[in-house]
């Protein structure tokens, strides 16, 4: 199965799923260094996606119980 561009990651379940075939690839030892330096910047790309996903929900999350709180 060949991975997906960090690009055409939509969700933050896909991307922790192509880190998961980034890392298994990474661990084969017949891996080339050209193929292991793109696969560690897709990792890379991948890993910065997932903190933004994150840190969004999180600012949404503190958004949402702000609002909760000043209807109580």
Do not use: W
Request: hydrophobic share 40%.
């Amino acid at each position: 199965m060949e991975n997906k561009k960090p690009s055409d990651v939509t969700t933050l379940e896909e991307a922790f799923g192509e880190l998961n075939l980034i890392i298994d690839k990474m661990d084969d030892h017949d891996i080339t260094l050209d193929d292991s330096f793109r696969l560690y910047q897709d990792g890379m790309n991948l890993l910065k996606f997932c903190n933004n996903a994150i840190e969004r929900v999180e600012k949404e999350l503190i958004i949402l119980e702000e609002n909760i709180s000043e209807t109580m």
